[in-house]
């Protein structure tokens, strides 16, 4: 097999891709597009260059031995992106899992570590390919040497042959340094000789060849200004050369048999693949993994299958589970039912329990205590069955949730794996995933749910103990089993949809997209595929000529934040932004709504999902009704769809004002915020002056627009190039804003400083109400990971206390609705949003309670505030 070697230019193929790509990360918050974009470009080269031996190389730090010929040597150069920084650990775990060796050298740079290797390599009759985006590189090609420099972003590369650079740039290798010493490089900050550009330098090469040479003649040198130019910058034009020569005997600790590559195993890198949520690039290794799954031998259990219920089977303390395959309950069948107790374990097929008055007199009468999985689940699913389950008295999803809300996987078998119960096989064992998903044999399932709802009778005292070790027992039993309920009751009341009004909007909006589109032709000068980014961006970059923002693998970045800083360049840019808006409020909203309207009720029956994020926020899905964009007038027209059920009722919502920011004030005890609120001041408004030293009616709405995004921003913890990115600032100017911040309002900085270092000793945080969420990530030597964790742990109390204070409003709310005996019901949560329809005899009443209820549910050092409004549709209650 012939000798192969590549060796990678780490820091410049990570900066290339950081850049390249949109500022991504995964479902830990971990940012990872500069790793992905690295990792696309390492398989393609594993793939097409089949190397025998393999090195990455790393600059070691900011100080490098050409400091001391240079002490300005890439002095000009921005402070690296926090977002970017955190990658670097990540992408060598992600090389160690690769079996890749990566290397870097103190006092030299990565450029250094592979001259060196290349020269010993290509020595030996090794054929090397060097990786990088740097073109100092081609100074080593060679016949055995060829440079690969990567161009428009990470996705395609060129290769440097002698004979192709000749072509190209019509230099030798050799030359490529003399070409540096006399035109400079402004990212290094070389200086090179002022006014002399490539095109000159190359001219002056092809008649002397080397500096020294052109020095040796620069007096036959023609044009007086260039002559002097020259003369002027001797010292600068041979120290340039000095600084751009890549050292090829640096003193490297790695040899080459250190770096023997013979490929990776992939469920390595299959696992890391999976932790860092790169779900596209798993088939480009191996589809699935190869390791057989582990079998597991379980207990013996005696289960009975019912052919009648009787009221003997109930003892006052039951284990329940309601079965079904899919996940949504408000339309799935249900498969049977489990019953566990301490004398008997039961499985009552569906049918069973349809044709039994005791099963409903069971279920109804709260004094029978049960013990569920997912009470919202359990309730709704009965409900359609017309029973309407009571005495929940501990459901284990949602202590699962609590004493861990970053497990991703809460079913049974998983929590029961992980309290060291291995008596159940997982539901996708036993019903397959998929397209391949089926009921089994009727033995199968009922002993598969038996063993169910066995563990879930087991592990119950086990489970109340931990959340009362964790002073969580109040939270569950007070705060999210009650709320459990109300919620599955909304979802089963669901929100009547006016279908006519959404079929209204969809043809308006395909009007009005049809009319952009010929706009954009017109613009464009011609017709192509707008929803293409291989057509738009030749359009847009070419023929257009606007500048180039950002590239991708595939081409120019047509991403939407790379056209709103193109908005001023031309007229086509802002309808191209408002085509793609107005074209996904028609796909997902208006044809997604239409999709889940339920045929005999024109309602919708959305599910919140009550464990999943991990700050205690609820989401929903089926349909999303938490993310219809409302910045956009056709957007908020989508509410006029939702209204009331019942004639001669109307909507009324009620929402939060600043909740986040008053949990701040109230946490961090800052003089400012609190002093602000309890004035009624607008908050933005108070910060821009405070910031900017002006008095309030000096503010600019410019001014208080970034105020506003500083006082969010820092509740999720921004960076200032994440600040930057937002207000379309420089870094500095948005690492002064936050400076400023911190300066005015102290006790905000002592409180992220503080809960950090409360983490770290904890290794986690919690809320007002003891939610917790662990950090283990808080002490870890992976930069990435323990930046993360420090910026959850500033944000999380402050989310999740603002998360628990609206779902203990609902709480609230729903009680004093039912004590004053009102028609009004809760249909909605949408953030800290609360709608609700009523009788209009009953509006009066609302807008007493509540606010009362919603702006009294906890006391905090600042005062909570509700706005209301209420109309004949929920666009027309906002």
């Not at 990565?110 to 090397?128: F, H, K, M, R």
């Not at 109804?364 to 009965?382: G, Q, R």
Request: glycine share 6%; charged share 30%; net charge negative.
């Amino acid at each position: 097999m012939a000798k192969k070697m590549v060796l990678i230019d780490g820091n410049s193929i990570i900066y290339r891709a950081f850049f390249a790509l949109p500022l991504l990360n995964n479902d830990k918050g971990v940012y990872t597009n500069a790793v992905y974009g690295f990792t696309t470009m390492l398989l393609r080269i594993l793939k097409e260059e089949n190397p025998t031996h393999l090195l990455v190389a790393f600059d070691a730090g900011k100080t490098t031995f050409r400091h001391q010929t240079f002490k300005e040597y890439k002095g000009g150069r921005q402070k690296t992106p926090s977002e970017l920084s955190e990658q670097f650990p990540i992408l060598k775990e992600l090389l160690d899992a690769f079996g890749i060796k990566h290397y870097q050298l103190d006092q030299y740079e990565a450029d250094d570590i592979i001259g060196t290797l290349s020269n010993q390599a290509s020595q030996e009759g090794y054929e090397v390919t060097v990786i990088s985006g740097d073109k100092d590189m081609l100074q080593l090609v060679s016949d055995h040497v060829t440079v690969s420099v990567t161009k428009k972003g990470i996705s395609e590369v060129e290769k440097y042959t002698p004979s192709y650079l000749k072509e190209k740039m019509e230099i030798t290798p050799e030359q490529v340094i003399e070409l540096k010493a006399l035109m400079g490089d402004k990212s290094d900050n070389i200086p090179g000789v002022p006014g002399v550009g490539e095109k000159t330098a190359t001219k002056l090469l092809k008649a002397y060849q080397t500096v020294e040479n052109i020095y040796d003649h620069v007096e036959e040198i023609s044009g007086k200004k260039m002559k002097e130019k020259l003369i002027e910058h001797k010292e600068d034009a041979f120290m340039s050369k000095e600084l751009a020569t890549i050292n090829r005997q640096s003193p490297i600790e790695v040899e080459i048999p250190d770096i023997i590559f013979e490929g990776y195993q992939e469920d390595k890198v299959i696992s890391v693949f999976k932790d860092l949520g790169f779900q596209s690039l798993l088939d480009k290794v191996a589809g699935e993994e190869s390791q057989e799954a582990e079998n597991i031998e379980m207990n013996h259990i005696d289960y009975e299958i019912v052919e009648k219920v009787t009221a003997d089977m109930f003892t006052g303390r039951e284990a329940f589970i309601v079965e079904m395959l899919g996940e949504n309950y408000h339309t799935e069948e249900i498969l049977g039912f489990g019953l566990v107790n301490e004398n008997r374990c039961l499985f009552i097929p569906t049918e069973v329990a349809a044709d039994s008055n005791d099963f409903k007199e069971w279920a109804e009468n709260s004094k029978n205590k049960k013990v569920v999985f997912d009470a919202k689940k359990t309730l709704v699913s009965l409900l359609r069955q017309d029973i309407h389950i009571k005495g929940i008295s501990f459901d284990m999803l949602l202590a699962s949730y609590l004493i861990n809300p970053s497990e991703n996987n809460h079913d049974i078998p998983a929590i029961a794996n992980r309290l060291g119960n291995r008596n159940v096989l997982m539901d996708e064992e036993v019903y397959g995933k998929g397209a391949k998903q089926k009921v089994p044999e009727k033995e199968q399932l009922a002993e598969h749910i038996a063993r169910k709802t066995k563990v879930l009778y087991d592990m119950k005292d086990e489970m109340e103990d931990e959340l009362r070790e964790n002073q969580q027992y109040e939270l569950l039993k007070e705060l999210e089993m009650p709320l459990a309920i109300i919620l599955g009751e909304m979802e089963h009341q669901g929100v009547l949809v006016d279908k006519g009004r959404i079929e209204e909007m969809g043809m308006e909006l395909k009007e009005r997209l049809h009319e952009l589109e010929a706009e954009i032709y017109e613009l464009a000068g011609e017709k192509f595929n707008i929803n293409s980014p291989k057509q738009l961006g030749p359009i847009l970059f070419e023929k257009l000529e606007l500048p180039v923002i950002k590239k991708t693998k595939t081409g120019y970045s047509t991403a939407a934040d790379v056209l709103e800083q193109l908005q001023n360049e031309h007229d086509i840019i802002p309808k191209l932004l408002l085509y793609r808006q107005l074209g996904k409020l028609q796909s997902t909203y208006i044809e997604g709504l239409l999709k889940v309207i339920h045929k005999d009720s024109s309602k919708v029956h959305t599910r919140f999902n009550q464990a999943l994020t991990k700050t205690g926020r609820l989401s929903s899905i089926d349909p999303n009704l938490q993310n219809i964009p409302i910045r956009l007038e056709e957007g908020r027209k989508i509410r006029r769809a939702f209204v009331p059920s019942e004639k001669g009722w109307v909507m009324f919502a009620a929402d939060y004002s600043q909740i986040e920011l008053r949990v701040l004030a109230h946490i961090s005890k800052d003089e400012k915020l609190i002093e602000a609120f309890e004035k009624d001041e607008d908050i933005h408004t108070q910060t821009a002056m405070n910031v900017f030293h002006v008095e309030k009616d000096e503010v600019t709405d410019n001014m208080r627009r970034q105020a506003k995004a500083v006082n969010f921003g820092i509740v999720y913890g921004i960076s200032d190039y994440g600040l930057s990115q937002n207000l379309g600032i420089s870094r500095k100017e948005a690492k002064e804003f936050i400076e400023r911040y911190f300066s005015i309002y102290t006790g905000v900085k002592a409180y992220m400083d503080e809960i950090v270092q409360e983490a770290k000793q904890l290794g986690f945080v919690t809320t007002l109400m003891n939610r917790r969420r662990y950090l283990p990530e808080i002490t870890s030597r992976n930069f990435n990971l323990r930046s993360f964790a420090e910026r959850t742990a500033m944000n999380t109390p402050i989310q999740g206390s603002a998360a628990d204070i609206i779902k203990k409003a609902m709480i609230d709310l729903d009680g004093k609705i039912k004590e004053e005996k009102l028609k009004a019901r809760i249909l909605l949560q949408v953030h800290d949003e609360l709608i609700l329809e009523a009788p209009k005899d009953e509006i009066e009443k609302l807008k007493e309670i509540v606010p009362e209820m919603m702006e009294n549910t906890v006391e905090l050092g600042v005062p909570l505030k509700v706005e209301y409004n209420y109309g004949d549709s929920w666009f027309d209650a906002k």
